[in-house]
């Protein structure tokens, strides 16, 4: 695999000097895509050098390079992963035909669907997660914050690149959309719910980056099944970037947890009261924290029953998690899967085409994976020897989307009454004070090894570097 030639104007190795047309069109977004990174990236991050990560090239020893970069001249490229001339696709009623190397005519609205909707994601996090430089806790987050901002934005890039390639004029315009929408916006908002959500707070960033990004792992293992190979092989290598934004989701909150661990062993109580005065998060308001993060991250899938689902499966554009190595059909007729409904009051789980269920099953994977990592923190508390444990609430808890929206379930599981919701509410999300009080415990910490009170440093810094190292040197 060639290395990318980072003097081009758009660093790439998909020979776009090769296209002249695609390349004026996609010379023609970047200054708009630019300034769109000034008016809404990360705010007061000019001029930092920061110690990023850039690819160079796809293949295991040039994805991960690592320099300063002055921010704004971060170079956004365009990296699919080799092409596999023998690549078929594999599930849905074209099963076994050659991977499609052009947007078949039938299905080419719901492709430009489905890659809109997935790039109008990466810039709406950038967009929710521009001011938290001014409160970072240490420098060494400093620069993991400013890592997934700039990833973000080359995801958008990938994801332009498809609608410019291949949708024509229709693309062009929704290149253009994709800058113009914002985050939280009332007449322009982003396309999905949690991505009008705010990202206020380093708690609430953590909890993004371990379920929201999550959830990109699972659309992009989904679309990295597609038949549609250009689409495969940019979220293949999209799904190497993420890995490391989970990580700093899983590590954060991990460190929070350590943090918390400490003081509560060193006053010997556990009163959130006492824990707050000492400056640190109580572990219940982690747990609220969480149950929002993953009930809004779970309605990310869509409707437990859905039509579109299966047509994008059918026509082969958006495969199951690991579909290649399921040991089934890949047609998936006359099969089922369970859902749940709500009958005399109770839950209760119904029998649907599986098909038609597609997105329970992708939010089933999700979870699964989600549940792993909450025991990884578990282990955290049990080894400091204190007996709280933190959950994932019930799948039906606080869900917009689909059968269970609006149905009043507890983190249990349990349907309740209006009135018992009313009550309990303040227990089992975040309050207006919670947040208050997370917000209060955000002050900005940037001398290199220096951390604020409520997180704990890390095990290890950014690519073997110590952890007091110059991450990120200010203007
Ligand atoms: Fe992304
Ligand atoms: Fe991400």
Known sequence: MATIDYSEKIPNNVELAEDKALQRALEHWQPNYLSWWKEMGPEGSQDFDVYLRTAVSVDPQGWAHFDYVKMPDYRWGIFLNPRDEARKVNFGEHKGAPAWQEVPGEHRANLRRIVVTQG????????????????????????????????????????????????????????????????????NPRILGAFNERTPDWLSFFMFTYFTDRDGKFQLCALAESGFDPLARTTKFMLTEEAHHMFVGESGISRVIQRTCEVIKQLRTDDPAKIRAAGVIDLPTLQRYLNFHFSVTIDLFGADESSNAATFYNSGLKGRFEETKRDDDHLLHGQTYKVLAVQDGRLVEREVPMLNALNEVLRDDFIKDSVAGVGRWNKVIEKAGLPYRLQTPHKAFNRRIGALAGVRVSPDGRVVSDAEWAQRERDWLPTAEDRAFVTSLMGRVVEPGKFANWIAPPVMGINRQPIDFQYVRFG
């Open 120 to 187: 109008d994601t990466e810039p709406a996090s950038v967009e929710q997660q521009r001011h938290l430089g001014l409160t970072a806790p240490s420098m060494y987050d400093l620069r993991n914050l400013f890592q997934v901002n700039v990833e973000e934005g080359r995801h958008l890039w990938a994801m332009v690149y498809l609608l410019h390639k291949y949708f024509g004029r229709d693309g062009r315009e929704e290149a253009e959309a994709l800058l113009e929408r914002r985050s939280g916006d009332q007449d």
